[in-house]
Structures are given as C-alpha cells and as structure tokens.
C-alpha cells in the first residue's frame, strides 16, 4: 500500500530533524571555543574597514570590555557565555585594526608634485636592466612643511645599483599620492601603503647626489639597513653565479627579492599555478625548519645522555626556532613569511611540549594572533589564501590520520608502499590546497589554474629535494669562499623547475580567466570553509549550501558595461562581447588589471581592442551596452561640445551640471570623490525605451579615512531621471596585483 505523499514528507521532515538534533548534540560534545574566536574577530575587522568613517576608539573599547566582564561572570551559562565572547571577539577585531591605524599612522601626499627629496634610503630592491625601487624617509622634500611630510616615500630609479640601503641622498623626483584601487572592487594600494608608513610613490627625475647633510638611523633602521645590504650583496653573488632567470628565481627563494625575474617567466609560473615557489611562505619554511629540525635530531641522537634524559624531538624542536626566526627576518619578513614562521612556531612549540602539532586549534591560534596584531592583512589575498589551504590540509590530516595500515613484514613491500603514500599524500596535499584557495584565486587574480596538480606533483619534489636543500648548503658554504658550486648546482634544479613551469604554461586551458564577482560570492566561500572548519560531524555537510550559494552568484554575476579610471584619462566600454579601450600607453596597467576582471585574457596593445575607437586630439569615443555612445573628453572646450549629444560623458575636466540631466556625467569632481566608476546598464521599465544606469564606485562618496588624505568630498551630480542612483559603493574585499605604480 502507497503512503500518502504527505506522510512521506512527514517522515522525511523527521528524519531530517533527527538528524540535525544528532548531529548538534556531537558538535556540542566537541565544540571548541577557540576555532570560532578568529571568525568573530575577523567580523570585527571587516566591520572597521567597511566603516564610511573614520570610527572612534572609545565606545567600541567600552563595549568590548563590558562584554568581556559579562561573559566571565556568565562562564557557567554555555550558550550565553559562548554568544558574549563571540562579541568580545567582534569588539577585539574592531579594536585591534583602530589601534593598528593610529599607531601606524603617517602624513601621506594629497596631490602630484615635483621637488628635490633629501634622506635615508632604507631599502633598495634591484630590477631589470639596473633600475632599482628605493624606500627613502625623507629628511626634507621641496615644497612641503615637515608636519606635511611622508614618513616614508618610495621610488623607482634608473641606476639603482649605484645606491645602497644606508645611503644618504638627494635628488629630485616625481612624486604621487598612493593610488586609488583600479577599479570598485580591486586592490586598494594606497590602503596598503598606509599600512606600510608609504605616503608617496613616484620615479627620480634627475642625478642622485649624496645628501649634504647626512642623518643617522635609529637602531631599528640601521638594523634593516644592515639587513637589506646582506640580502642585497647575497642577492648579487647568486645572479653573478647563475646567469639569467634561472639567477634571479633562486636568489628570490633565498633573499626574497624578486625584482629581477623577467615577466615571461612570471607569467609561466602563474600560468602553471607554481608562482608560489617563488614567494618564500609556507612551502619554504616548511622545508627549512622540517629540514634543520631532522639535522638537529640527528645529531642530538649522537648524545645517550639527551636521549635518555632530555628528548631529541623536544630539543630539536626549540632549537629550529631560532634559525627560522633568522630566515625570516633575512629573507625580508614579508607578511606571507611572517605568518608562515608564526604557524612554524606554534607547530615546534606543541611539539616541544609534546603536544599534537597539527591541529585546528593551532591553525585558529595563528590566525587569532594576526588578526590582533596585524588586521589589515585579513583584507589580502596571503592571508585567506593561505589560512584557507592551511585549514584544509589540517582537516584532510586529520581524515588521512584515522586510516587503518597494516604494516607489511618485508622491507621491500614497506618500501613501495610507503613511495606509494607519499604520491598519494603529494596529490592530495595539491588537490585540497587547490580547491581550498580557488575561490580566492579566483576573486583577488580572476584566473583559475587547471593544471596545478600536474605541475606541483612534478615541480614540488624538485623544490623539496634539490632546491631547497642545495640552497641550504649554498647558504652555509658561502662565507667559506665555496658556496659557488652549490650555486650553480641549484640554477640547474632551478632550471629543471621552469621547465616544468613553461611546458605546463602551454597547455591549451592551463588556466581560466574569470570575471570578477561580488563580495557577497566570496563571503559564502569563506563561510563555507569556516563551517568545513568548526563542524566535526557529518553536520559539516552543511557547507554544501554555502558553497553552492556562492558558486550561483559567481557564475551569474553581471559585468560592467564601462569601467573609468581615477586619473580620468582611461576608460574600458562594451557593447555586447565587443571590448573597447580608450586610453593612453601609460595606463596599460590599469587596463590589463580591468581586462582581467571581464574576463579577458588579451593584452592592453592587442588592437582588436582599438577596432571601435573614434580619437582625437580632444578625445575618444565607442559605442556602448543599451544604445549610444561613450565619450571620454580630455578638454571643457569637447565636453561642453558634447553636452547633451551623447549617453556617457566623462573625463579628467570639470563638467557643467547642466549636462547631467541629458546623460550619465562623470567628471574631475566626481572621481576625486569616489575614485574608479564601474557603470552598469539595468533592464529598462516595462514601456521605457531610455536605458538605466547604475554607478558602482570605488569608495563611498562622502568617505573620510586615514588612507585617503585631503581627498575632495564632493557628491556626485544626480544622474537622469532614467538612472538608478546608487549613493554607496558595492565594495567587496580587495582584488591584488604585484604592481600598482609603475
């Protein structure tokens, strides 16, 4: 006999609340406190930087603290103990990133000028063809007053093997205020060189002399100056002794500078998804510290005393902390570095207390510590990249750990399988550290690499066991005067690993190109790793909504039909799969970085991208998405012409108000206000032939915040009457790219 569907339903709906009941009650069982504290202090980070304005410090403190007291006093009432130190976390994160902000905080430049700079080159970083970029403080600049003064200022000069870190000079330069994000949505470098004590970008446009009073470091600055000459000269006998990019990328794996890496070769390793070899991070340190913590076991073992009375494990353990310390700072302390070194120490220091080493508990501890001292990271792509692939490999340890293996009595069947497991262990430390960072791949860069497990299961034995050993050795025999052979060797390995990176770079679909989309799309990755995270019954299933959120949002996000850049000479128009740039050579980047965020994978100089563009010495125009004609004027005298006559006006002159009411207006006021526009055409009313437009910019228009000094607030003028008015940014997390001034 056929149950009647709603019965059916009925049981189904039983089951299903059965189940969760279940499997809520084993969560609760092992439930840790610790795996949630990062994701609530994330909140509170995110919370801080989404602010319009400048927030202050005092209440949100107050709140925090006052949470924090009610939570202790309420400890013995669970739910309402956990819900008030998730606050407490809310307010810490909030806290944490004000704090950070002040301390760092730093004049930085409000407009474009040129004057001579005096002062002390706190770092040089080599490139191509001899240029250099040289972080200065700067003792005096032209026509500034000292309260006005950067910090720190950073340049780019032609002959920059001539300078060192330490040198006190004077020249003159071009300078700029740190750009704006490139697009809504993209990397914010003027938020990061805040962060960074940078208030000033630009080249040297003249001789570079020695500066006629000389200032002294503090111990701090000397210290990295002293730093830098030895990366630098080390950087240099690597490149002298392995001619060409073989050279440059394993003076990168050692020092950390990567200047001198030719593009082409960057474009392969990212192409074949192993550009983070090239970055000293997790990989590195791993390598370095597993490796010195094995020598120093073994040598230890040679001591019946330690290993009856002390412990190898242990004792190596605390002794590999201080040579990683020193990688670190010697290799740069990058913030990837930094935060790799500080998940290597938590691991040693478990493992000193003979404690489990990998777990989720010490993946929280890390984060939790970055996020209080250093919250803007959480903003980056390093960050959540890297956290998400650390989580994910944790958990499948975890899965992998509880596998039943029976131990064979031969050697030769314990040999094969234990080559067989470290294959397999290879392939799935590649495919879950792969699917874990993808969506923010995906996000930050738009491209997605599909041949990843094939180039890392390749290249990564070659970096594990040749590379990276043979740069130990190299580092260790170099002050004897016999580091050259070791050298040479390791260009070769090194040469063996950019081919794999270019052989795999050529196959058809090495990687995807995709178009940006929204905050909202990464907020449910992230949330779904979370859950993978905190969630360690079958209840983790639950994800799957998340991710499956995510997933539909990505896919159906809808593309800009204009994209305009800040310094209102550049522009990007479409009409249908048709893309047109209207722009100058000098904002090739700024063009690439919007190709990439379409989808497209071209170059700025392809001309298919010029094969609808009308230019003269007044400006450009195209045809655009929903009918009419995009024009970018670079006089008033062409814009007041074409007030009225066209559908989109825009570019770096102040436009009349009048011609707002005839057409989308974008003009000098309005970018200096909210920076890069990202113009969309919405479906028109039902009986409305007009087409409605919609302005997502890059920063709220009334925003006030320390990284945007002396910006002009101005509102925007009001769009027609056949415009849909946005009057706040859609701002998702930021995009990256490796280059913003050049």
């Known amino acids: 006999m056929a149950l009647p569907g709603g019965m059916l339903f009925g049981q189904g709906l039983q089951r299903l609340v059965s189940w969760l009941a279940t499997g809520l009650a084993a969560e609760m069982a092992a439930f840790e406190l610790a795996l949630v504290v990062p994701v609530f202090l994330g909140l509170g980070v995110i919370a801080y930087f989404a602010a319009p304005e400048e927030p202050g410090l005092v209440v949100p403190a107050f709140l925090t603290v006052a949470t924090a007291c009610l939570a202790y006093g309420l400890r013995g009432r669970w739910w309402l103990h956990v819900g008030l130190i998730s606050l407490t976390a809310v307010g810490a994160g909030f806290c944490s990133a004000k704090l950070r902000t002040m301390s760092v905080a730093a004049p930085q430049l409000s407009r474009s000028m040129a004057g001579t700079v005096t002062g002390l080159v706190l770092s040089v970083e080599p ?26 200022i950073r340049l780019t000069v032609r002959k920059g093997s001539e300078i060192r870190a330490g040198d006190n000079i004077s020249l003159k330069a071009v300078m700029r205020p740190p750009p704006p994000p490139a697009l809504p949505g993209g990397y914010d470098f003027a938020r990061d060189a805040f962060f960074d004590g940078i208030g000033g970008v630009g080249f040297a446009a003249g001789k570079i002399a020695p500066a006629a009073s000389p200032v002294e470091a503090s111990w701090a600055e000397a210290f990295n100056i002293w730093i830098d000459r030895q990366r630098n000269d080390l950087t240099r006998r690597i490149v002298e002794t392995i001619q060409g990019e073989n050279g440059a990328i394993a003076a990168s794996q050692v020092t950390g500078k990567r200047g001198q890496i030719p593009g082409d070769a960057n474009e392969a390793l990212r192409a074949s998804g192993l550009y983070h070899v090239v970055s000293i991070s997790g990989l590195h340190m791993a390598l370095f510290a597993g490796g010195l913590f094995g020598l120093i076991r073994a040598v230890l ?71 209080l001292t250093t919250p803007e990271q959480l903003l980056g792509p390093s960050f959540q990249m890297s956290f998400a692939a650390v989580a994910m490999l944790v958990i499948a340890h975890e899965q992998w750990s509880r596998r039943k293996r029976e131990k064979s009595a031969m050697a030769w069947e314990r040999a094969i399988g234990g080559a067989v497991t470290l294959v397999l262990a290879m ?11 993808a969506p923010f791949s995906a996000f930050h860069f738009h491209r997605i690499t599909l041949q990843s497990l094939a180039s890392n299961l390749v290249a990564t034995p070659i970096v594990s066991f040749l590379i990276m050993p043979l740069a130990m050795l190299a580092v260790v025999a170099e002050p004897f005067g016999y580091g050259a052979p070791f050298w040479q060797a390791m260009g070769w390995a090194v040469g063996l690993f950019m081919q794999v990176a270019r052989s795999v770079a050529t196959w058809p679909g090495s990687d995807l190109v995709l178009p940006q989309f929204s905050a909202a799309a990464l907020g449910l990755f992230a949330l779904t790793l979370v859950l993978l995270t ?15 959120g995510g997933i539909a949002l990505a896919a159906t996000a809808s593309l800009p039909v204009a994209l305009f850049g800040a310094n209102g000479y550049a522009a990007l128009v479409r009409k249908g799969d048709q893309l047109t740039v209207l722009a100058q050579r000098s904002d090739a980047f700024t063009v690439q970085q919007w190709l990439l965020a379409m989808g497209d994978r071209r170059k700025p100089e ?110 925007p003028k009001p769009l027609p009457q056949a415009a849909v008015q946005v009057p706040a940014t859609d701002r998702p997390m930021d995009s990256v790219t490796a280059e913003t001034d050049n």
């Open 427 to 437: 392939m799935l430390t590649t495919i879950v550290a792969s699917l874990a960072t």
């Open 127 to 152: 490139r191509l063809g001899g240029s250099a970029r040289i972080v200065i403080r700067p003792v005096s600049v032209e026509k500034l007053e000292p309260a006005a003064m950067p910090a720190r």
């Open 534 to 548: 905190v969630l360690r019954t079958r209840l983790a299933l639950l994800a799957l909504l998340p991710l499956s």
């Open 301 to 371: 073992a040679l001591s019946r005393r330690i290993v009856l009375y002390r412990g190898t494990k242990e004792l190596a353990a605390l002794l590999s902390l201080l040579p990683a310390a020193a990688y670190t700072l010697f290799s740069g302390a990058e913030v990837a570095t930094v935060r790799s070194f500080l998940m290597t120490a938590i691991v040693l220091l478990a493992v000193a207390l003979g404690r489990n080493a990998i777990t989720r508990r010490n993946v929280a501890l890390a984060a939790s510590f970055v996020l």
């Open 606 to 715: 392809d001309p298919t991208l010029a094969a609808q563009r009308l230019c003269d010495r007044e400006g450009c125009s195209a045809p655009i998405e929903g009918g009419g004609i995009f024009m970018l004027d670079k006089t008033s005298n062409a814009a007041e012409e074409d007030c009225g006559r066209v559908s989109v006006l825009a570019g770096p002159v102040p436009i009349g108000a009048r011609c707002a009411a005839a057409g989308v207006v974008m003009d000098r006021e309005l970018i200096r206000a909210v920076g890069s526009i990202a113009l969309y055409v919405e479906p028109s009313a039902s009986g409305d032939i007009s087409p409605r437009w919609r302005l997502v910019m890059a920063r709220h228009p009334q925003a006030s915040r320390p990284w945007v000094p002396n910006r002009v607030i101005v509102p």
